[in-house]
């Protein structure tokens, strides 16, 4: 089976404060997504990582920054987070086919 | 662009009842349509997908969906609910060669005994 594992379940944040949340896969998957999730909005792509050091701007990437150093670690940051980025934060990978995508648990970020 | 409409927000349905969560979806080619369910504080598990082929596949859990090119929908469908059922349920539809999904807000389903 495969595994996403994301290193915290739930956080809480300042104002300000830069945010790291990690995503780890061990199924040597080539591609890493960063969602966010909102009710009644789904789930947003805000960037995706075909490849070590690869990235790509997804749906909505302002105010976030990723970073993939090894193929199976894919960092979301958040330079100086603020309200309006508390929300469900997903983190999937696929193989070849960039469509089947496996999910971790999510990490529920709360900005204060 | 591609978008994906759930009608439904929230459905109730008793177990061992029938199930059919609404899918729709715009895109102008072949679309890859997905199937995903969250429990409560969980990720998203995969139940079906659509590529190309059989217009009914199945999914693991006992879960199938249909995938009908006229009427640009893909519904998802369980002939008996069980307690676990409870759920929220995404649909997602994708392009062939495509990069990325493009999700539904999703269909909350409660089970009532």
Not at chain 1, 84 to 99: G, I, K, P
Not at chain 2, 2 to 28: K, M
Not at chain 2, 71 to 95: I, T
Request: proline share 3%.
């Amino acid at each position: 089976d495969v595994k996403v594992t994301q290193s915290s379940r739930y956080l809480v944040k300042r104002t300000g404060e830069k945010v790291f949340l990690e995503c780890v896969q061990d199924m040597d998957h080539e591609n890493m997504f960063w969602y966010r999730q909102d009710p009644g909005l789904g789930l947003r792509l805000i960037y995706f990582s075909y490849d070590v050091k690869m990235k790509e701007k997804g749906d909505i990437p302002e105010g976030y920054s990723v970073s993939r150093e090894k193929k199976e670690r894919f960092s979301l940051i958040l330079e100086s987070a603020s309200t309006n980025q508390t929300s469900m934060y997903l983190c999937a990978s696929s193989l070849e086919d960039r469509l089947t995508q496996y999910f971790g648990p999510g990490t529920r970020l709360t900005v204060l | 662009a591609q978008s994906v409409t759930q009608p439904d927000i929230h459905i109730t349905v008793s177990e061992g009842a029938s199930l059919e969560l609404r899918c729709n979806y715009s895109y102008g080619a072949t679309p890859y349509l997905f199937w995903y369910v969250q429990s409560p504080g969980q990720g998203l598990q995969l139940l079906l997908k659509y590529f190309s082929g059989d217009t009914l596949v199945q999914g693991i859990k006992g879960f199938e969906a249909e995938f009908k090119r006229s009427q640009s929908s893909f519904n998802l469908r369980k002939p008996s609910v069980h307690w676990s059922d409870a759920a929220e349920y995404f649909c997602a539809v994708g392009a062939r060669y495509g990069n990325k999904l493009v999700f539904g807000a999703g269909t909350i389903l409660r089970v009532k005994s």
